[in-house]
């Protein structure tokens, strides 16, 4: 299985907002719904942001949106503030009953 | 709240097996819908899924380490493990443990243990 296809990197500056991409293929993304977001700070374990495309865990802040159009899914993150600094990872369930994730995107705040 | 943590050797040599074990508190392993996945992550690089296993009757991997992993439970401990035989500096990495929920309308990760770095070295 080929990892989902992030940018690299991404930045804006404090209260702009920004959105990362996450494009699969007809075998993960395009088929369900299961798309998630997680949060990684260096040295810690990643955090979940979003889940099933569009939900929001209990906790996490609702500057942080999802959703999802054909084999790509997004994740916006608006009102960015410096501790939205971090790497953000999307993962799909698969029609191999496997699940993969995104190669990963460094979000810098200027 | 769930907690995970992994334990196990933090150096294994080439061609051996690595073999880790995550200790569940907080839940059983043995609950409907959830599922038990190993996750690795090399240095300065993404996350790479390894496999899950369902402690009712199934197991799944990754094709890329299919032949080399294998993903077991004990239940009366509240615990799963990891074994990848053969390895190679490549699967140097620091390796996550984490809760999967799958059913018919939703399928994420949502609780992450803290992770252990093994090495590979001779």
């Known amino acids: 299985q080929s990892a989902l296809t992030q940018p690299a990197s991404v930045s804006g500056s404090p209260g702009q907002s920004i959105t990362i991409s996450c494009t699969g293929t007809s075998s993960d993304v395009g088929t369900y719904n299961y798309v998630s977001w997680y949060q990684q700070h260096p040295g810690r374990a990643p955090k979940l942001m979003i889940y099933d495309v569009s939900k929001r865990p209990s906790g996490v802040s609702n500057r942080f949106s999802g959703s999802k159009s054909g084999n790509t899914a997004s994740l916006t993150i608006s009102g960015l503030q410096a501790e939205d600094e971090a790497d953000y990872y999307c993962?799909?369930?698969?029609?191999?009953?496997?699940?993969?994730f995104g190669g990963g995107t460094k979000l810098t705040v200027l | 709240q769930v907690q995970l943590q992994e334990s196990g050797p933090g150096l294994v040599k080439p061609s051996q097996t690595l073999s880790l074990t995550c200790t569940v508190s907080?839940?059983?392993?043995?609950?409907?819908?959830?599922?038990w996945s190993w996750i690795r992550q090399p240095a300065g690089k993404g996350l790479e899924w390894i496999g899950r296993?369902?402690?009712?009757?199934?197991?799944n991997y990754n094709p890329s380490l299919k032949s080399r992993v294998t993903i077991s439970a004990d239940t009366s401990k509240n615990q799963f493990s990891l074994n990848l035989s053969s390895v190679t500096a490549a699967d140097m990495a620091v390796y996550y443990c984490?809760?999967?929920?799958?059913?018919?309308?939703?399928?994420?990760?949502?609780?992450w243990g803290q992770g252990t770095l093994v090495t590979v070295s001779s």
């Open positions: 296993i369902y402690t009712r009757g199934s197991t």
């Open positions: 907080g839940g059983s392993i043995n609950t409907m819908s959830y599922y």
């Open positions: 984490a809760r999967l929920y799958c059913s018919s309308t939703s399928c994420y990760k949502d609780f």
């Open positions: 993962s799909s369930y698969t029609t191999s009953s496997t699940l993969v």
